[in-house]
């Protein structure tokens, strides 16, 4: 199907509020796999103490979470062709770990990769306190499979290089969630079709972005989320509920960082690659 550029980028999203509490917080972290011990045991304790947890900067992503807009008729997309490709959060302030917040989200621009390539749409989501002070940012690239040949623009991709010609500068295992916590799981309807192993679900984006944020907490800064500047990733393989990942981190210059996250239990199976964090390199 060939969309409307100038209809889609003028697609109104009205602002929503949503008010949530620490149990919310703490739901989130357990979504990520907080709790689920091995190297990560100490780390996650703080994002779940029933009395003043820490925040994981990735619950911005789910606050984020809405009405599945791209199945409105007028939109021209062919929805069920789209794939979540990547996603970055830019931190500007804490999030606290209870609240109101304000969610504002945009089209940034459409690309074509040509009839039948597809196409490629940039969102941007902004998360502001209830005073409107902006707390994070969060850029959506998705791949529109089923609507390439409407005479956009080129896409250029921005995929990062990987310096796979020396060894990881760290690294760390880590768990999913267990299906109890498992609150980004897919449908189970999803779940059957993609194969997934015996007794597991496979897990939405924002679960596998919120595991990897875990993980680079601990690994670049030292488990301080005042820390974390931007997370960002790209979906290369499914994840799955309590099966054990391993991100791979390699320093690349001061405050900034490459990783990639891999399924160890299924032969080291990609489920990120080519991602990047910023951090502070001063507590």
Known sequence: MVLDYDKLMAWHFPEVSRDYGVADSIAFARGFGAGTGGQMAKSDRPYLRPVAPLAMPM????????????QHPDTGIEWRQIIHAEEALTVHAPLPAS????????????FDRGEGKGAVMLQEQSVRSGAGHLLATIDVTTILRGNGGFGGKPYQSGRLKMPDERAPDASIELHAAVEADAIFKL???????????????????VGCFGTAGRALLALACDNQPSRLK???????????????LRVEMWRVEAGRALFRMLAPERGDAPVLDNCLVDFSEDA
């Open 187 to 205: 449908s189970a309807d999803i779940v059957a079709a993609a194969g997934a192993p015996r007794g597991k679900s496979m897990m939405r984006g």
């Open 230 to 244: 931007k997370l960002a990733v790209r979906y290369t393989g499914p994840m799955f509920t309590g099966e054990t």
């Open 99 to 110: 609240g109101t917040v304000r969610i504002a989200q945009r089209i940034v621009d459409i």
């Open 59 to 70: 619950i911005a992503v789910p606050l984020c979470d809405g009405e599945f807009w791209q």
